[in-house]
């Protein structure tokens, strides 16, 4: 399994901008899929963005797309979500995650390794 470390979040003002972190360990990067699913309080673990283990293919949920953008570092072994004009609703603990299929990232069935989650507040 991959050990991942999310960095990255803080409290920003709607319309404002962050860039997550996503550091993986453990096991060779360019071999897994990967995604960023965020949690809100009361709420379920929710799918927000994945990318293919190569980079090529990409996909989000229809909440943020046109304002996040999710790229891989494969040098680096590292992933990125990067989030602009974010609204109150965004407010989320967000989670980075590993899979060995990229099926597997869009479905959050089967995801391999999670990371620990970084908070996300934005205020109005």
């Known amino acids: 399994q991959l050990q991942l470390v999310e960095s990255g979040g803080g409290l920003v003002q709607a319309g404002g901008s962050l860039r997550l972190s996503c550091a993986a360990t453990?096991?060779?990067?360019?071999?897994?899929?990967m995604g960023w699913f965020r949690q809100a309080p009361g709420n379920e673990r929710d799918f927000v963005a994945a990318?293919?283990?190569?980079?090529?293919?990409?996909y989000y949920a229809d909440s943020v797309k046109g304002r996040f953008t999710i790229a891989r570092d494969n040098a680096k072994n590292t992933v990125y979500l990067e989030m602009n004009n974010l609204k109150s609703e965004d407010r989320a603990v967000y989670y980075c995650?590993?899979?060995?299929?990229?099926?597997?990232?869009?479905?959050?069935?089967?995801?391999?390794?999670w990371g620990q989650g970084t908070q996300v507040t934005v205020s109005s």
């Open positions: 990318i293919s283990a190569s980079g090529a293919s990409t």
């Open positions: 453990g096991r060779t990067f360019t071999n897994y899929a």
């Open positions: 995650a590993a899979a060995i299929t990229y099926a597997r990232v869009l479905s959050g069935n089967g995801v391999g390794s």
